[in-house]
């Protein structure tokens, strides 16, 4: 877990999820629903970004080539 405090793709991470996370949370107090919406989606999307970004650097890792 400390190799992952230490890395920059994490952080990155953090804080996209914290931005949007801001958004919806701004959105659901000034009654907007669609920044709240657009809140939730980004945070789903940096999450899916993180999580594939770490795959391709897992398998490049391990040796698996692309095909």
């Known amino acids: 877990m400390t190799e992952k405090l230490k890395s920059r793709k994490f952080w990155m991470c953090v804080a996209a999820v914290l931005a949007s996370l801001g958004t919806g949370i701004s959105g659901l107090i000034a009654g907007n629903q669609t920044l709240t919406i657009c809140g939730?989606?980004?945070?789903?999307?940096?999450?899916?970004?993180?999580?594939?970004?770490?795959?391709?650097?897992?398998?490049?890792?391990?040796?698996?080539?692309?095909?």
Request: aromatic share 8%; proline share 0%; charged share 20%.
């Open 40 to 67: 939730s989606v980004l945070c789903v999307i940096s999450a899916s970004i993180y999580a594939g970004v770490e795959a391709y650097v897992d398998s490049k890792a391990v040796g698996i080539e692309d095909k």
